[in-house]
């Protein structure tokens, strides 16, 4: 089973917080990678990283930033979160093409 | 158009049945297919991993891939409840990133 973990698990929050999503792998995986994922959609890639101090974004547009300072650390910051943000996000961290997901963060703006 | 695409489901099933689940995609340049299961409030986990045209069986579960008709199958033969989850078809080129379809719910009925 692979070592990647999320916190926290559900959020809740008001409109115009800023919020960091935690990513965190044990496995010494170079790429990670941030999805959002709603009811019944495809995946959708926000961010990734191939590496320590690289981060690029991806496919889908997004108002949040991440950062890559350690291997094994990929947080996900939205600066001031809204309605349209909720939703599942999904950490993963691969070698090769095999994905290892984290559990996700459900987040809900009010 | 979507360039993975899926039947949402939800699909129900008895137990023992064997179940097919399909996907189909429009990128001729893809090579490499995934078949991925999600259960609820749970991260996706890879289950099988193909390259190009043909077969791959592990256990109860056999992918199928078709490049001719870019069609995708992932076939589960004596279907438990414990099968009961969504499976994300999943598809790469060569030098481009993991493209996810929207996920087909399953439910085996004891």
């Known amino acids: 089973e692979a070592d990647i973990y999320q916190t926290p698990r559900y959020l809740v929050i008001g409109t115009g917080k800023k919020i960091t999503l935690e990513c965190s792998q044990t496995m010494g995986h170079d790429k990670m990678y941030w999805y959002q994922q709603d009811p019944g959609m495809e995946l959708h890639l926000i961010h990734y990283s191939y590496g320590v101090n690289s981060t690029e974004k991806g496919d889908l547009s997004s108002e949040s930033t991440v950062s890559r300072i350690r291997t094994e650390h990929f947080p996900l910051t939205l600066e001031s979160a809204r309605p349209s943000h909720t939703s599942q996000y999904l950490c993963?961290?691969?070698?090769?093409?095999?994905?290892?997901f984290g559990p996700g963060t459900r987040l809900t703006v009010l | 158009q979507k360039e993975v695409e899926q039947d949402p489901g939800p699909l129900s099933v008895p137990e023992g049945a064997i179940v097919s689940l399909n996907c189909t995609y429009s990128n001729s340049a893809f090579q490499y297919f995934m078949w991925y299961r999600q259960y609820s409030r749970k991260g996706p986990e890879l289950l099988m991993y193909t390259y190009s045209s043909g077969n791959k069986e592990d256990g109860r579960f056999t992918a199928q891939v078709d490049k001719s008709s870019k069609y995708i199958s992932l076939f589960i033969r004596d279907s438990q409840p414990s099968d009961s989850a969504t499976y994300l078809c999943?598809?790469?080129?060569?030098?481009?990133?993991?493209?996810f379809g929207p996920g087909t719910s399953l439910s085996v009925i004891p």
């Open positions: 999943a598809a790469k080129t060569s030098y481009d990133k993991v493209i």
């Open positions: 993963a961290s691969a070698v090769g093409d095999t994905q290892y």
